[in-house]
């Protein structure tokens, strides 16, 4: 069967090519129906010739909630009333803790994450953060550190570096002109994009993603996806909205795996050699069709749980991921 125009077009990735967003935009408009396994097997293709094998990552809510800032997709946020556990930072043994486990558990890259906007000057709750970094590269240095802490300065950016820092997530999660109006207004994605810069400019290593399902365009996502490649992170991590009650979201639809594995597999052939992993909503939302997107052209998943949601186990998806190196 002939592929579609748009698809065989987009085949030049292959080649060495780099997807216009014009040709983005025309998958995104044009390709549908069967013609989206078609799309799917490309991605897959181009993560199998360009990218890594799968791998894990695991994550810790080490300070969850009573955030000021106003994300609307977000539970863990003051503006909103969510019900979700809140309590302060947690103590470095008990991250160590965490850390052994994910460790323990044939993961490799633990991620450290707190609510709140950031730490632009060194204050005791930041220094107690450079000692548990300090306390976690002392006992497992196996695992290789990715922070997750809000805007910083380029002191603090650099205190990190310093303190083993090897990964710094900070996600643009939507299309960089809309981001006040889709995601917040409390800080703006200039901070954000100057917080990554800053840690580049020390050696850090940047994770840089988004969240689709908030109710923005197709133009958007490639322009998402367009803002991550030009920011050259190492990592994406990519969102699937799970509306939580309480959150100005609560009432979006959930999106269809046929329009979730569009989205990951554009994605895919707009950045052929990144980390793409499947974050939020691979079990709760997609369920079923978690295989189907894992080959949409992502080749990394965050395992064991998120900030405020649980996750499918460790072991399962161990078995998962060696599943998926077969394809």
Same mark, same amino acid.
């Given at each position: 069967m002939? $592929?579609?125009p748009?698809?065989?077009?987009?085949?030049?990735?292959?080649?060495?090519?780099? +997807?216009?967003?014009?040709?983005?935009?025309?998958?995104?408009?044009?390709?549908?129906?069967?013609?989206?396994?078609?799309?799917?097997?490309?991605?897959?293709?181009?993560?199998?010739?360009?990218?890594?094998? !799968?791998?894990?990552?695991?994550? +810790?809510?080490?300070?969850?909630?009573?955030?000021?800032?106003?994300?609307?997709?977000?539970?863990?946020?003051?503006?909103?009333?969510?019900?979700?556990?809140?309590?302060?930072?947690?103590?470095?043994?008990?991250?160590?803790?965490?850390?052994?486990?994910a460790?323990?558990?044939?993961?490799?890259?633990?991620?450290?994450?707190?609510?709140?906007?950031?730490?632009?000057?060194?204050?005791p709750?930041?220094?107690?953060?450079?000692?548990? +970094?300090?306390?976690?590269?002392?006992?497992?240095?196996?695992?290789?550190?990715?922070v997750?802490?809000?805007?910083?300065?380029?002191?603090?950016?650099? $205190?990190?570096?310093?303190?083993?820092?090897?990964?710094?997530?900070?996600?643009?999660?939507?299309?960089?002109?809309?981001?006040?109006?889709?995601i917040?207004?409390?800080?703006?994605?200039?901070?954000?994009?100057?917080?990554?810069?800053?840690?580049?400019?020390?050696?850090?290593?940047?994770?840089?993603? &988004?969240?689709i399902?908030?109710?923005?365009?197709?133009?958007?996502?490639?322009?998402?996806?367009?803002?991550?490649?030009e920011?050259?992170?190492e990592?994406?991590?990519?969102?699937?909205?799970?509306?939580?009650?309480?959150?100005?979201?609560?009432?979006?639809?959930?999106?269809?795996?046929?329009?979730?594995?569009?989205?990951?597999?554009?994605? /895919?052939?707009?950045?052929?050699? $990144?980390? $793409?992993? !499947?974050?939020?909503?691979?079990?709760?939302?997609?369920?079923?069709?978690?295989?189907?997107?894992?080959?949409?052209?992502?080749? &990394?998943?965050?395992?064991?749980?998120?900030?405020?949601? /649980?996750?499918? *186990?460790?072991?399962?998806?161990? /078995?998962?991921?060696e599943?998926?190196? *077969?394809?």
């Open positions: 002939q $592929l579609h748009a698809i065989e077009n987009a085949a030049r990735v292959l080649d060495g090519a780099t +997807l216009s967003r014009n040709d983005a935009l025309r998958l995104a408009e044009e390709v549908s129906g069967e013609d989206i396994l078609d799309l799917v097997s490309l991605a897959n293709k181009v993560r199998k010739k360009f990218a890594a094998p !799968f791998t894990p990552c695991s994550i +810790l809510n080490a300070k969850s909630g009573v955030c000021a800032q106003n994300c609307r997709f977000c539970a863990q946020s003051a503006h909103y009333h969510t019900g979700i556990e809140t309590y302060p930072l947690l103590e470095p043994d008990e991250v160590l803790d965490a850390a052994r486990r460790r323990d558990n044939g993961v490799d890259a633990f991620g450290y994450v707190t609510s709140g906007y950031g730490y632009r000057t060194v204050t709750e930041f220094q107690k953060i450079l000692d548990t +970094l300090d306390l976690l590269h002392a006992e497992v240095p196996e695992l290789k550190l990715c997750s802490i809000g805007i910083l300065s380029r002191e603090t950016a650099e $205190l990190l570096a310093k303190h083993h820092t090897w990964r710094y997530n900070m996600n643009l999660q939507t299309n960089p002109a809309r981001y006040a109006e889709l917040a207004d409390t800080h703006t994605i200039e901070e954000k994009i100057q917080t990554i810069r800053y840690l580049q400019e020390f050696g850090v290593t940047i994770c840089c993603g &988004g969240i399902g908030l109710g923005e365009s197709w133009s958007d996502r490639i322009d998402m996806a367009l803002a991550v490649r920011i050259e992170p990592g994406v991590p990519l969102n699937v909205l799970l509306p939580i009650k309480g959150t100005p979201l609560e009432e979006r639809p959930i999106l269809s795996p046929e329009e979730v594995a569009k989205t990951f597999a554009i994605f /895919r052939l707009i950045n052929p050699t $990144l980390m $793409l992993k !499947f974050a939020a909503g691979r079990e709760t939302v997609m369920k079923d069709f978690q295989g189907l997107l894992m080959l949409s052209g992502l080749n &990394g998943m965050i395992t064991g749980g998120y900030l405020t949601t /649980r996750g499918r *186990s460790v072991e399962d998806d161990r /078995r998962f991921i599943q998926l190196n *077969s394809f």
